[in-house]
């Protein structure tokens, strides 16, 4: 099972250029994640961390500024806090406006 998903995961890559895929509100893109976790740890890992993001990427989320740190950092629908060194660097100079007021999307 773990070569067929990482033969699928290799076909999404070759099938659907760059331009048409979704942009990952994670600095690594989903696919890759899901790619290395399932290398590494098996198929059971990969599928559940494919399973935990395609559930947060395609949710709602919240960008803000940590009062106590100043770091920006993004709540995910499951309410888990993902670090700024983690969220993409697109998302935070697009979506971060520089406020102490959070940002919201909804797709």
Known sequence: ??????????LYWLLIPVSKRRVCIFKKSCSRYVYDITLEEGF???FQAFCFRYKNCRNNYELFKNPMNGEIQM???DNSVVVENEISNKLIK????GKENSTRKTT
Not at 1 to 10: D, S
Not at 94 to 97: A, C, H, I
């Open 75 to 77: 709540i995910l629908a």
């Open 94 to 97: 697009y979506k971060y406006n």
């Open 44 to 46: 059971k890992s990969g």
């Open 1 to 10: 099972m773990k070569y067929i998903f990482l033969v699928i995961i290799r």
